[in-house]
């Protein structure tokens, strides 16, 4: 099957600093990804979805301008979570795609620690 | 919109007994269907998936699961599971191709000796 990659798998950042999550699609080229969050034990909640080349859209009550995520390729999609603090915690993951194909292929995960 | 219910957040089994996972969702319109497989701290991997066709859909390591569009359900069931089953399986569902995936709230299957 496809194979997505995210990196890094885990990372602790001080509050109130930036971090960027990678995604990436190693053998396809991905025209949607999407991003979601996970707090332990409990499902994934869709963050967004971006297309390449236009703006991501955002679910509702996810906040825009502290989740900024770009997908200037077809290969590559990032998040940045700006200004962290500890409520951010959580496990990011990110899925991709490509026109027509119903199933989505998902990174390993990214464990956000705030400190 | 759509919704996914899995009604057992906890299903303790024995290994080598049977298990079946629920899943029920709600639309109004055609779905696709899928179950996703999680292992602590790591992705998901998909188990299996039905688009059309046949309503039964087998993986590759022993479950199936059976869409029933009358009682809108995609219950999951293997007739005999292994300790390395044991782990988070989530029920998820699409509107179309290509379309953002509603997750249920998952049922942490554990396998006990």
């Known amino acids: 099957g496809a194979v997505v990659s995210q990196h890094p798998s885990r990372v602790i950042c001080k509050s109130g600093t930036s971090v960027k999550i990678e995604c990436r699609s190693l053998d396809f080229q991905a025209t949607t990804m999407f991003w979601y969050r996970q707090f332990p034990k409990q499902s994934l909640m869709l963050m967004a979805t971006s297309n390449e080349g236009s703006k991501a859209t955002y679910e509702q009550g996810v906040e825009k301008d502290k989740f900024l995520i770009n997908h200037a390729s077809l290969t590559l999609s990032t998040l940045t979570v700006t200004s962290a603090h500890p409520e951010d915690s959580s496990f990011y993951i990110c899925s991709a795609l490509w026109t027509g194909n119903p199933e989505a292929f998902f990174g390993q995960g990214t464990r956000l620690t705030v400190v | 919109a759509q919704s996914v219910t899995q009604l057992d957040s906890q299903v303790p089994v024995f290994e080598e007994a049977p298990v079946e996972l629920r899943c029920n969702y709600s639309?109004?319109?055609?779905?696709?269907l899928f179950w996703y497989v999680q292992y602590p701290n790591q992705g998901l991997q998909l188990l299996l998936k039905y688009l059309s066709g046949s309503t039964l859909v087998e993986s590759i390591n022993g479950f199936e699961a059976e869409f029933n569009k009358s009682q809108t359900s995609f219950h999951l069931r293997k007739p005999s599971v292994h300790i390395s089953d044991t782990a988070e399986y989530f029920c998820?569902?699409?509107?179309?191709?290509?379309?953002?995936?509603?997750f249920g709230q998952g049922t942490e299957l554990s396998v006990k000796p």
């Open positions: 639309s109004s319109v055609s779905v696709y």
């Open positions: 998820a569902v699409s509107k179309n191709q290509g379309g953002k995936l509603i």
